[in-house]
Every structure is written in C-alpha cells, then in structure tokens.
C-alpha cells in the first residue's frame, strides 16, 4: 500500500464513526492533488482530498470554501481537516461533471446556472487576502508556452524576431488584463470543475488557488473551455448576455459594453498561451500525457481570435504555420 494511502487510512480510522469504510479512487487533478471517495454503511458519500504538503496548501481550500459557502454557493463542506498531514474529509458533491453533460440542448441552462453563481463570485466574493493577479503573474503563465510547449515540447527555437514579437503580444495581452475590472476570480471556472448538484447547481470545485483579477478571465475559462469548444456567434451571444448580468450586479459599467469583448477576447489568448504551456509542462515534468490531445483545441481558439485583431495576427501566424502542424 502506498505511504500516502496508509496515512490517510489510519487518520480516518481515528475519525469519529470511522471503524470500518471503504474508499476509492474518485480523480485527480492538474495539481498533486488526489480524491478519493469515502462510504460508510448507511451515511452519504464523502469525498477525501489527499494533498501532500510538501507540494500543496489545503489553509486556501478550507478559507475560501467557507467563504464562498457563506454566499450561497454550492461548495464542498470541509467536515474535518488535517494541515500538517495534507487531509480534507469534505462534502461529496457527486460525480456528473458538466462535461459529461454539456450538449447544444443543455447548454443554455447549464451555462445559465454557472454565469449566475459567476455573477455572485464577481459581485460579493471575497477579495480580502487573495493575491493579485499582476502583470508578473499574468507574464509568467505566458512564458509557460514558449518554455514548455514551444521549446520543451515541439523542440522549436524561435529567432529573435518571434521573441520580440512574442514579447510585444504578452505585453499588449498584460494592459488589456490590468485595464478591467478587478474582481474575485476563481481561476479554473470551467466543465471539469463544475457539477451537476443539487440545487443550487453548480457545484464549484478547485477554487482553492482564487485571486483578484480580470473581471473576464472566469468568463473565458467556462465559454472556451480548453475541453470543449462552440461556435463563436454562440459564445458572444453568451459573453453580452453576461456583460448585461454583469451590469446589473454592479460588476462592470454599462459603458464598458463596447470593449467588453474585446477584453474577454484578449484574455483568451493570454489563457490558452498558459494553458497549452500547462498541459506540455504536466506531460513532461509529471507523467500526464492526457492533456496532450487538448493543446490542438487550445491553440486553434488563439488563432480565431488573432484573426480579428491585428495586432495578434503574428501570433496567430506563428502557430498556424509552426506549431499546430506538428501536434
């Protein structure tokens, strides 16, 4: 039995009403995170988190799952916690992720129940406390795709004009972040992290790593999603249908209406950069190769995008012509 199972059996077994359970892999995650789910004769399900501390902080998990369960939103309970060992005993949300059932005909009133509870993470989540989401950050992501992706993964070295040009898109991609509204961002607000639930529905997972930042960024994560894709006339309706939401929460201002697409565009591109750089960096450094079948989704949203901003366009050229060829 692996070290971390053994632990985590024998501090359950010193939990309360623990004498005999049984437990199973549940998922993991892009982190080094773990669940398990945990049933005893006669109770509900639970789900066990299985953090190491050398790698993880469960304090942001447990902070932020009260925080946003006090709004009203549907949050795992944390029903007992060990720091030190890196273990959460929480509330099992179920198992029907969203991209399990997202269809054009469910579409609408999935999407409809995540932007509502989006709208209430932007207007009255917490903000105290979070990191923000600064130009360093912002920056930092972006260079994972020339790192690992570009360099590490395709084994392509970009001349000094692509650099330069890269360097001029990141910066372009940084102002546009920092000149919207800041607001409570969840940060990994999409089909893999949202579930079906009882009401309210969706369940919000993996919201332990929120900072303050751009008022589209959650936006983008769950309209592009990295694993699934619509059609582009179909996200802008959602996307304006959002921004009036979003007004009328107090969120943003009714005169930010003519560049509020422009933001959430902008912002994709900065988002999918990192995370077609994420899923290279967990295929090489950490053995997951499933993500690898994503990037191609990832890239070909930035390449839209460039085509209707010219001042993206070299970007979009550059993997048109050299990246997505090769994946």
């Given at each position: 039995m692996p070290k971390r199972v053994e632990l985590l059996r024998t501090w359950l077994n010193n939990l309360p009403g623990m004498?005999?359970?049984?437990?199973?892999?549940?998922?993991?995650?892009?982190?080094?995170?773990?669940?398990?789910?945990?049933?005893?004769?006669?109770?509900?399900?639970?789900?066990?988190?299985?953090?190491?501390?050398?790698?993880?902080?469960?304090?942001?998990?447990?902070?932020?799952?009260?925080?946003?369960?006090?709004?009203?939103?549907?949050?795992?309970?944390?029903?007992?916690?060990?720091?030190?060992?890196?273990?959460?005993?929480?509330?099992?949300?179920?198992?029907?992720?969203?991209?399990?059932?997202?269809?054009?005909?469910?579409?609408?009133?999935?999407?409809?129940?995540?932007?509502?509870?989006?709208?209430?993470?932007?207007?009255?989540?917490?903000r105290e406390g979070l990191p923000e989401y600064d130009s360093a950050m912002l920056r930092r992501e972006m260079d994972l795709f020339t790192e690992w992706l570009v360099g590490h993964h395709l084994g392509i070295e970009l001349d000094a004009a692509d650099l330069?040009?890269?360097?001029?898109?990141?910066?372009?991609?940084?102002?546009?972040?920092?000149?919207?509204?800041?607001?409570?961002?969840?940060?990994?607000?999409?089909?893999?992290?949202?579930?079906?639930?009882?009401?309210?529905?969706?369940?919000?997972?993996?919201?332990?790593?929120?900072?303050?930042?751009p008022v589209t960024y959650d936006l983008v994560s769950l309209l592009k999603d990295c694993y699934i894709e619509w059609p582009v006339g179909r996200t802008q309706d959602w996307v304006m249908g959002y921004f009036q939401l979003a007004v009328q929460s107090g969120i943003i201002k009714s005169e930010d209406e003519g560049q509020f697409l422009r933001w959430f565009d902008l912002m994709g591109v900065q988002r999918h950069l990192k995370a077609s750089g994420i899923f290279a960096r967990l295929n090489h450094r950490d053995g997951k190769s499933g993500y690898l079948a994503d990037i191609p989704r990832t890239l070909s949203y930035i390449v839209e995008v460039a085509g209707r901003y010219p001042e993206m366009t070299a970007l979009g050229e550059l993997i048109k012509r050299r990246l997505l060829p090769v994946l």
């Open positions: 004498d005999i359970f049984e437990l199973e892999a549940a998922s993991d995650d892009a982190s080094f995170r773990r669940y398990f789910r945990l049933t005893v004769a006669g109770e509900e399900p639970r789900i066990v988190m299985d953090a190491p501390p050398d790698k993880e902080d469960c304090h942001p998990f447990v902070t932020l799952a009260e925080q946003l369960g006090s709004l009203g939103l549907h949050v795992p309970e944390v029903y007992a916690a060990d720091f030190e060992q890196g273990f959460l005993l929480l509330e099992d949300l179920g198992s029907t992720h969203y991209l399990d059932v997202l269809t054009s005909e469910t579409a609408d009133r999935l999407y409809g129940d995540a932007l509502s509870a989006l709208a209430v993470i932007q207007s009255i989540g917490p330069a040009m890269l360097n001029d898109c990141f910066e372009q991609l940084v102002s546009s972040a920092l000149e919207q509204p800041q607001v409570c961002v969840h940060r990994d607000y999409h089909s893999r992290n949202l579930l079906v639930s009882s009401s309210p529905s969706p369940g919000v997972l993996d919201f332990q790593d929120a900072v303050v930042g």
